[in-house]
């Protein structure tokens, strides 16, 4: 009998490590992506810049998933990470303007009472947000670039995905 529950005690924690790896953010991914894109808009010829928005919402999914992840961690940052998720699909339809006051400088999270500037920058917290936030940026940036094809646009995606990548390193 002693042997059954220890087998069974064993099955259990491997289940809960499988099942929590497969949750966790796929950071590999999230990176592959970003670099790519940066790569891409460095070179200065974008061959498919659908391709390259919808790459953008791959991040912010990945991102919003790494929020979701993070809240059940750390429930000091739970209101946080719940606010980045349940706006992520949102900050695509802002304006650069927009997305810089409310999310890059902290103004959605003051105006729900969380204190941005009292948050480690490259702590965890800010580090999934931001894996939120940056691709959202670019996924605006890449917008008006298919629109305008400014290509200063481009340099703002270099300058985004770089700084999320930074990140990255944060978080794992």
Do not use: R
Not at 20 to 45: F, P, R
């Amino acid at each position: 009998m002693k042997k059954l529950i220890l087998i069974l005690m064993a099955a259990g924690l491997i289940w809960t490590g499988l099942t929590s790896m497969s949750l966790a953010m796929d950071v590999a991914s999230y990176k592959s992506i970003a670099k790519n894109t940066i790569k891409e808009a460095l070179s200065g010829s974008i061959s498919d810049i659908d391709k390259l928005i919808a790459d953008q919402e791959k991040l912010v999914a990945l991102g919003v998933q790494g929020c979701k992840d993070y809240a059940k961690k750390d429930s000091k940052y739970e209101k946080l990470m719940t606010l980045v998720v349940d706006n992520a699909d949102k900050m695509k339809a802002m304006s650069l303007e927009e997305i810089e006051d409310k999310w890059h400088n902290g103004g959605t999270l003051y105006d729900n009472g969380i204190d941005f500037d009292a948050i480690d920058h490259f702590g965890p917290a800010i580090s999934y947000m931001d894996a939120v936030v940056h691709p959202a940026t670019t996924y605006i940036v890449l917008t008006q670039y298919k629109k305008t094809k400014d290509a200063d646009l481009l340099s703002q995606v270099k300058d985004e995905l770089s700084e999320v990548l930074e990140h990255m390193d944060h978080i794992h």
